[in-house]
């Protein structure tokens, strides 16, 4: 069973950081790119960013490009988001996805083919 597990959401205030946690099982790591999305409200689902589980590349939405890191660490299977300077405008609930890497595509429109979900865990960040 194919499972993602969010974690390290919050409060923070406004140029605070935060790290999230993406626990994966169920599937080959290295077969894999794992993506951060995220959801405020009233607003449209966002890639925000995607991480090889093959070779570490890297991909960040221009509105946390600077700001957000992912990393991955396969041996433990999880893929981590470290969010500094965050702003008001970072609220919402982040959401960790995977997708076999030859049907996951990143450009300027966003991430697209992502095949499995987390349920999310929320930021909340005040000014």
């Known amino acids: 069973e194919v499972q993602l597990v969010e974690s390290g959401g919050g409060l923070v205030q406004a140029g605070g950081s935060l790290r999230l946690s993406c626990t994966t099982s169920g599937f080959n790591f290295d077969d894999y790119a794992i993506a951060w999305f995220r959801q405020a409200p009233g607003k449209e689902h966002e890639g925000i960013s995607c991480?090889?589980?093959?070779?570490?590349?890297?991909y960040y939405a221009d509105s946390v490009k600077g700001r957000f890191t992912v990393s991955s660490d396969s041996a433990k299977n999880t893929v981590y988001l470290q969010m500094n300077n965050l702003k008001p405008e970072d609220t919402g609930a982040y959401y960790c996805?995977?997708?076999?890497?030859?049907?996951?595509?990143?450009?300027?429109?966003?991430?697209?083919?992502?095949?499995?979900w987390g349920k999310g865990t929320p930021v909340t960040v005040s000014s």
């Open positions: 991480i090889s589980g093959s070779d570490g590349s890297t």
């Open positions: 996805a995977a997708g076999d890497l030859s049907q996951v595509v990143t450009n300027i429109g966003g991430i697209y083919g992502m095949e499995y």
